[in-house]
């Protein structure tokens, strides 16, 4: 018997021209209609790309202005990363830049909403 994991894995790995032609094989030598086949075969892998590229884990934080309130401002981005007042003040002055990266959403959010509660504009990338 063959084995079904490895069988699985080689289907939903298939081009849409290799499921195109093992279509026409599982129609022409087995009766299988080609609608039904290509259902069951590209459903898959159609599905898993989707969902791959729906869902972003990892996130960039990005100043895009420190506000009217820049003191403020300048404060939280000290507070949140750990830095010295000058090296936080650089930030907030060279606007837009990268305050995190690759963080999760949540800590994403959790920055994003401590800088616009000190006035900043924050966006997500």
């Not at 195109?20 to 086949?37: D, R």
């Not at 869902?55 to 750990?82: C, I, R, Y």
């Not at 606007?95 to 963080?103: G, H």
Request: charged fraction near 30%; aromatic fraction near 2%; avoid cysteine.
């Amino acid at each position: 018997m063959a084995d079904l994991k490895e069988i699985a894995e080689q289907l939903v790995n298939l081009s849409v021209k290799e499921v195109s032609e093992l279509a026409t094989i599982m129609e022409e030598e087995y009766g299988i209609k080609p609608a039904a086949a290509a259902v069951a075969v590209a459903g898959p892998a159609a599905g898993g790309d989707a969902g791959a590229e729906a869902e972003q884990t990892e996130f960039d934080v990005v100043l895009t202005s420190g506000g009217a309130a820049k003191l403020k401002v300048v404060k939280e981005v000290k507070n949140l990363l750990g830095l010295g007042l000058k090296e936080a003040k650089g930030l907030v002055d060279d606007a837009p830049s990268t305050i995190k990266e690759k963080v999760t959403k949540e800590e994403a959010e959790s920055i994003k909403t401590a800088l616009e509660e000190a006035g900043a504009s924050v966006e997500l990338k």
